[in-house]
């Protein structure tokens, strides 16, 4: 459990940092103590082991000692997002205790709920530390945290991750990043998503400092604090990136780590050049941990398989490919799930035979090596030609110099399929812009296109385009709206 690599450390290191929030310091034998306070506060309402918690708070450091806490008694956690309520309402149902900081949506039905204010932590701190029994170990395959899929390509889905899957990926960042004592990590992202809870975790039970900053741009956090490691999305590097002061000073021992989608190659260069020695681009999904990464140690188009990973390209009626042929992927690893939660439809669908399959076409180059072409859910058709958006999306973001669009498929007048690309605010484009980025349609082999305006595009908590409501808004905005 990481509360007993804190409590380690507070006795090794008692006064070293185990978290700096906004530029205070909390030591690791605060950290410790404060753990066993909420735990005697949450002991208080007599949850039996396995039963769940969803915390909603955006103090970091209280979220995190309750989410700690709750892991020694071993109750599984949810974290709740502030904006993202109603859609977490699927968490909320049922569970055992919800202490959130705003009242709950009226269709909400936790069995107990509290409101998480300050007399409610002053009063779990002012508890004594002092622990006069032991704690039951929770067994290896209970529930640790309840996590949500992305739901990029439809309803997002509910699974345990377990406190097994959970140790082996908190093995994995400290294996693959070297943290260690003096480590300092940058957390910029929600608990809800997966890899940013297992970030945080395992920069702890190494020993090092997470770094929470809310007074100052990501790039100037990075500087001012001297980090290590800090783990985003794509889109969030590419906002980092066009923040970024000029002549900001790179940063050559600066680790950045990203998942969620791919790294185009000119957005690597940009941030090697720019802003970190290293930028490591991770595959992986919450239903079976990491996959695979690239450019950590060195410049890498494909994925580096990780040790415990078993990966297959197979076709459509399941059968293995010879490497250097595309095909549908299927993961085997040693942390995978076992089923979604009152899913079990969606669970014989994605896990069969042992596999999971989760909906991306690649190309192995040899038994570790992997080319990830994208997502099967994703491909455009285009008379034919089959298109994989991301990387079309990121060409025609740098030729034309729109940070913001999206691209998605409308029928024409003759009946065939036609690029459309959704652009975010009222138009018109300048001219200037808009040859940019006919040029740039035309350079990637398209004759024409539509364009749609759209007030935002839409992507989920994590960030992520989700592509089937952007079909959605993008019909609904040419039936409302005339294109450009």
Same mark, same amino acid.
């Given at each position: 459990?990481?509360?007993?690599?804190?409590?380690?450390?507070?006795?090794?290191?008692?006064?070293?940092?185990?978290?700096?929030?906004?530029?205070?310091?909390?030591?690791?034998?605060?950290?410790?103590? $404060?753990?066993?306070?909420?735990?005697?506060?949450?002991?208080?309402?007599?949850?039996?082991?396995?039963?769940?918690?969803?915390?909603?708070?955006?103090?970091?450091?209280?979220?995190?000692?309750?989410?700690?806490?709750?892991?020694?008694?071993?109750?599984?956690?949810?974290?709740?997002?502030?904006?993202?309520?109603?859609?977490?309402?699927?968490?909320?149902?049922?569970?055992?205790?919800?202490?959130?900081?705003?009242?709950?949506?009226?269709?909400?039905?936790?069995?107990?709920?509290?409101?998480? $204010?300050?007399?409610?932590?002053?009063?779990?701190?002012?508890?004594?530390?002092?622990?006069?029994?032991?704690?039951?170990?929770?067994?290896?395959?209970?529930?640790?945290?309840?996590?949500?899929?992305?739901?990029?390509?439809?309803?997002?889905?509910?699974?345990?991750?377990?406190?097994?899957?959970?140790?082996?990926?908190?093995?994995?960042?400290?294996?693959?990043?070297?943290?260690?004592?003096?480590?300092?990590?940058?957390?910029?992202?929600?608990?809800?998503?997966?890899?940013?809870?297992?970030?945080?975790?395992?920069?702890?039970?190494?020993?090092?400092?997470?770094?929470?900053?809310?007074?100052?741009?990501?790039?100037?956090?990075?500087?001012?604090?001297?980090?290590?490691?800090?783990?985003?999305?794509?889109?969030?590097?590419?906002?980092?990136?066009?923040?970024?002061?000029?002549?900001?000073?790179?940063?050559?021992?600066?680790?950045?780590?990203?998942?969620?989608?791919?790294?185009?190659?000119?957005?690597?260069?940009?941030?090697?050049?720019?802003?970190?020695?290293?930028?490591?681009?991770?595959?992986?999904?919450?239903?079976?941990?990491?996959?695979?990464?690239?450019?950590?140690?060195?410049?890498?188009?494909?994925?580096?398989?990780?040790?415990?990973?078993?990966?297959?390209?197979?076709?459509?009626?399941?059968?293995?490919?010879?490497?250097?042929?595309?095909?549908?992927?299927?993961?085997?690893?040693?942390?995978?799930?076992?089923?979604?939660?009152?899913?079990?439809?969606?669970?014989?669908?994605?896990?069969?035979?042992?596999?999971?399959?989760?909906?991306?076409?690649?190309?192995?180059?040899?038994?570790?090596?992997?080319?990830?072409?994208?997502?099967?859910?994703?491909?455009? $058709?285009?008379?034919?030609?089959?298109?994989?958006?991301?990387?079309?999306?990121?060409?025609?973001?740098?030729?034309?110099?729109?940070?913001?669009?999206?691209?998605?498929?409308?029928?024409?007048?003759?009946?065939?399929?036609?690029?459309?690309?959704?652009?975010?605010?009222?138009?018109?484009?300048?001219?200037?812009?808009?040859?940019?980025?006919?040029?740039?349609?035309?350079?990637?082999?398209?004759?024409?296109?539509?364009?749609?305006?759209?007030?935002?595009?839409?992507? $989920?908590?994590?960030?992520?385009?989700?592509?089937?409501?952007?079909?959605?808004?993008?019909?609904?905005?040419?039936?409302?709206?005339?294109?450009?």
């Amino acid at each position: 459990m990481t509360a007993d690599y804190i409590a380690f450390h507070a006795e090794q290191r008692p006064d070293a940092p185990a978290f700096l929030s906004n530029g205070n310091a909390v030591s690791y034998a605060v950290v410790a103590s $404060n753990i066993r306070s909420f735990t005697r506060r949450l002991r208080e309402f007599e949850i039996p082991a396995g039963g769940t918690v969803v915390v909603g708070c955006e103090n970091v450091y209280i979220h995190l000692v309750i989410l700690f806490a709750c892991e020694r008694l071993g109750l599984a956690t949810a974290s709740l997002i502030a904006n993202e309520r109603e859609v977490a309402l699927p968490l909320l149902e049922g569970a055992d205790l919800v202490l959130s900081e705003t009242p709950l949506p009226e269709r909400a039905r936790p069995r107990r709920s509290e409101i998480l $204010n300050q007399a409610w932590i002053d009063g779990a701190q002012g508890l004594s530390a002092v622990e006069t029994e032991p704690l039951p170990v929770p067994p290896a395959e209970s529930a640790l945290r309840i996590l949500r899929t992305s739901g990029t390509t439809g309803a997002p889905k509910r699974l345990h991750l377990t406190r097994r899957m959970f140790d082996a990926w908190t093995s994995r960042w400290i294996w693959c990043y070297g943290l260690g004592i003096g480590t300092r990590t940058l957390t910029v992202m929600p608990f809800s998503i997966g890899g940013a809870y297992a970030q945080i975790c395992a920069t702890l039970r190494a020993g090092g400092t997470v770094v929470r900053e809310g007074r100052m741009e990501v790039a100037e956090a990075l500087r001012t604090h001297k980090i290590d490691l800090v783990v985003m999305l794509p889109t969030h590097l590419r906002e980092v990136l066009a923040k970024m002061a000029v002549g900001f000073e790179r940063m050559p021992g600066l680790v950045i780590a990203t998942f969620g989608g791919a790294i185009s190659a000119s957005l690597r260069a940009e941030a090697v050049a720019r802003l970190c020695g290293a930028l490591s681009d991770m595959y992986g999904c919450n239903e079976v941990g990491f996959i695979g990464t690239n450019g950590l140690h060195r410049a890498a188009d494909n994925l580096d398989i990780w040790p415990g990973v078993a990966i297959e390209a197979v076709d459509e009626e399941g059968r293995s490919l010879p490497w250097g042929q595309p095909g549908r992927l299927r993961v085997r690893t040693e942390s995978m799930f076992s089923g979604y939660l009152d899913d079990p439809r969606t669970t014989q669908r994605m896990l069969r035979d042992g596999w999971f399959y989760p909906g991306d076409i690649g190309v192995l180059h040899g038994p570790r090596r992997l080319e990830l072409l994208g997502r099967a859910d994703d491909l455009l $058709n285009f008379e034919g030609r089959k298109v994989l958006p991301e990387a079309l999306e990121e060409h025609l973001r740098r030729a034309s110099g729109i940070a913001e669009l999206a691209i998605g498929s409308v029928l024409g007048r003759d009946g065939a399929a036609e690029l459309c690309i959704a652009l975010v605010g009222t138009g018109p484009l300048d001219t200037q812009t808009m040859s940019r980025l006919e040029a740039s349609v035309g350079g990637a082999g398209f004759r024409k296109f539509a364009l749609v305006w759209l007030p935002r595009l839409p992507r $989920n908590h994590a960030g992520k385009l989700q592509r089937n409501v952007l079909k959605t808004e993008i019909d609904a905005a040419r039936r409302n709206r005339p294109s450009g």
